[in-house]
């Protein structure tokens, strides 16, 4: 699936082609691999026609996007791999490919109580980065009010479960009636709908008793309504700021930043490729949630390889529940 022309406006399925290539001749240490699920971000529209970045180069025409996937080794020239095991990693959106066998991350002994797309959410990259930013960034405590943007999104819905396993009281926000429903059965105490009013307002009903701890997705009004309501020496962790994209110079910082002097805020960005060494505790602890039922996968699956570019236009419109993930099998 490659790029085929720069959108005109909103990212559609239609500037998006299925091409079909060559696979060529295995060398030595590396393996054909099936695509079986596919995990989609909404930060590659940055990149469509946009800068290189710490995430990979600018898409243009004819390029293959990639994100991260589950994979299934066909064919082996690597003694680490052989046919039929399942590994993780960044893939082209290509349903089968030939891929250097230390690019994949192995699922050893794969649970059959844990779905394949687990490996893309909770135990994945967008569990990671939850993961880094809650524990690591925000040092999440069991007697803190954490409020969560962007909560029903696939790093969100993460990071919602992840702050409710350590036992700390959890606001969250999403767009729609459906998604504030799902933080209710993921535990939140309080959700609400960005969409029905001031952040300001809402932020303020949801959590009386002000925050401790933001976990921001999104940026823009709602970073804005949780300086106001941040407790004195309140934390902000920057993960995210989905309502600024695409908005090139016209994007903003809040307006209230000095709200941060006289409550001593601190607000710390942060990006999950320089964490690596928190991946032994990630790993320990997010499967040890899961097993405990106290975590599970949040995502919307959408049927077919094929259907990659409807996919990603949809979760660029939000219409994902979760991670927005394309299951190749069919
Ligand atoms: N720091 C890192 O290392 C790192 C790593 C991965 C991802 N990220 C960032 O983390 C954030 C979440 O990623 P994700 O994969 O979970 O994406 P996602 O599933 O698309 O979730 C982002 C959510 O942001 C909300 N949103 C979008 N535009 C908005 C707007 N204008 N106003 C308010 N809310 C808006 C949408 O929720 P509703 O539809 O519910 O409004 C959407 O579900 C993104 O900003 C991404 O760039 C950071």
């Known amino acids: 699936m490659q790029l085929a022309s720069y959108p005109d406006g909103a990212i559609a399925a239609r500037d998006f082609r299925i091409a079909t290539a060559y696979v060529p001749e295995l060398g030595e240490g590396q393996v054909l691999v099936r695509l079986r699920r596919l995990g989609l971000n909404a930060g590659l529209a940055n990149r469509i026609g946009g800068p290189d970045t710490a995430y990979g180069p600018g898409i243009r025409p004819g390029d293959v996007p990639a994100s991260d996937g589950v994979v299934e080794v066909v064919e082996s020239r690597s003694e680490a791999f052989g046919p039929g095991d399942l590994a993780v990693r960044k893939s082209p959106w290509r349903s089968i490919d030939v891929a250097d066998a230390g690019e994949l991350r192995a699922i050893p ?45 696939g ?144 995502h919307t699956a959408i049927d077919g390889f094929d259907r990659t570019a409807e996919a990603f236009a949809s979760l660029l419109c939000g219409g994902n529940i979760g991670r927005m993930i394309v299951d190749c099998d069919g």
């Open 109 to 153: 002994e794969p649970d059959p109580d844990v779905p394949l797309e687990a490996h893309l959410t909770v135990l994945g990259h967008v569990g990671f980065t939850a993961y880094t930013g809650m524990m690591r960034f925000g040092a999440v405590r069991t007697t803190d009010t954490v409020f969560v943007s962007g909560a029903a999104g």
């Open 155 to 298: 790093v969100g819905s993460c990071a919602v479960q992840f702050a409710k396993a350590v036992g700390a009281t959890v606001i969250g926000s999403a767009g729609s009636p459906k998604k504030v429903r799902l933080l209710g059965e993921l535990g939140a105490d309080a959700a609400f709908n960005h969409h029905e009013g001031p952040a300001l307002e809402l932020l303020r009903a949801a959590a009386p008793e002000g925050i401790d701890l933001f976990y921001d997705n999104v940026g823009g009004e709602q970073l804005e309504a949780a300086l106001e309501e941040l407790h004195f020496g309140g934390r902000v962790v920057i993960c995210g700021a989905a309502s600024q994209y695409g908005k090139g110079t016209d994007s903003r910082g809040p307006a209230n930043y000095t709200r941060m002097i006289h409550r001593q805020l601190v607000m710390r960005g942060f990006d999950v490729t320089h964490n690596e060494d928190l991946r032994p505790d990630f790993e320990a602890d997010a499967s040890n949630w899961l097993r405990a039922g106290k975590i599970r996968s949040i």
